[in-house]
């Protein structure tokens, strides 16, 4: 059964509207993607393409001893999340991991992120392992601005390009959203505000996802990298102005610490991702999926 939103407000640091000192670990089980975002180094299946990649992130069945470590460390965990380093459902490893952990953590909530490519068919299985909260990653809600932040998606074992790509994108990530919120799942979205891009559509991805069933939502700053380093990290004001934009709509999440997928600790304030993974995991700092 869902956990009701009191307690995820109370027990989560990103669901809430305020900070507080509640902790996550982040288990890096997921290696490869299915979309090729144009500001991420990550490239379609370059984890599966480039062999020992694979070998820097967590199997499945590794996760459950080091969350105990964790806890030893940090009783302020309340949460253990899967935020990649690639998508959580471009492999099946996740869910196997969530499988694994809801036997031995079943007190933790459980936590997925993803790009939504695969959430409509996935839906099911997400409930049947527990996931507790979900963040979706919307970049657009139309096609012509999701084409230029994304240049292809694999889908169904098929490569699309542009503006087809981007449709079948938005399609997926709202239908999933939909499906979900219906279950009672709580659901963040997350856009990364690109500056030229998709900053005057904030508005209008704030009420479609508030429409489809998305409880809160989250801009993270562009990290300027790969095919859009050419642009300008956000502004404060830019970033304060995109937040005014959604405001109306939806609630506003506004103490991201912009995780990697190996952290470890309470955002914002300690990691020890790198201790307590002792160099075992050599994720690539990204931009965050959480
Ligand atoms: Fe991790 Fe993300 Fe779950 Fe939080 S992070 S998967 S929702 S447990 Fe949180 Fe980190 Fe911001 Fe993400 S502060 S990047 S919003
Ligand atoms: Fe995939 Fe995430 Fe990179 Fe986009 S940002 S290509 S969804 S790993």
Do not use: W
Not at 51 to 61: A, Q
């Amino acid at each position: 059964m869902a956990l009701d939103e009191q307690t995820i407000y109370r027990e989560h640091p990103c669901f809430g509207p305020h900070k507080h000192n509640k902790g996550r670990i982040h288990l890096p089980v997921a290696p490869g993607c299915n979309i090729e975002c144009r500001f991420c180094d990550r490239k379609i299946n370059e984890s599966e393409n480039r062999p020992g990649v694979t070998s820097t992130v967590l199997k499945p069945e590794e996760a459950c001893e080091y969350i105990r470590r964790a806890l030893e460390r940090c009783p302020e965990l309340t949460v253990v999340g899967i935020a990649g380093p690639g998508d959580t459902l471009a492999t099946p490893y996740a869910l196997e991991t969530f499988r694994l952990v809801k036997k031995e953590f079943p007190q933790l909530i459980r936590c997925m992120s993803t790009n939504g490519l695969l959430l409509p068919e996935k839906a099911d299985e997400l409930v049947e392992v527990g996931i507790d909260t979900l963040t979706v990653t919307v970049n657009a809600v139309q096609p012509e601005i999701e084409a230029q932040l994304n240049n292809r998606i694999i889908y169904h074992g098929k490569i699309y390009t542009g503006v087809e790509a981007a449709k079948i994108l938005i399609q997926n990530q709202i239908e999933g959203i939909k499906r979900l919120s219906d279950t009672g799942m709580l659901i963040k979205v997350n856009t990364v505000l690109c500056p030229g891009i998709n900053d005057c559509h904030i508005e209008e991805i704030a009420y479609t996802v508030k429409d489809a069933g998305a409880h809160i939502y989250n801009i993270i700053p562009l990290i300027p990298q790969n095919e859009l380093k050419h642009l300008e990290a956000p502004t404060f004001k830019q970033l304060d102005d995109a937040r005014k934009a959604a405001f109306p709509y939806i609630n506003i999440f506004t103490h991201c610490a912009h995780c990697r997928a190996d952290a470890i600790g309470v955002p914002g304030e300690y990691d020890i991702g790198s201790e307590i993974y002792m160099g075992r995991v050599n994720t690539k700092e990204t931009f965050s999926h959480g």
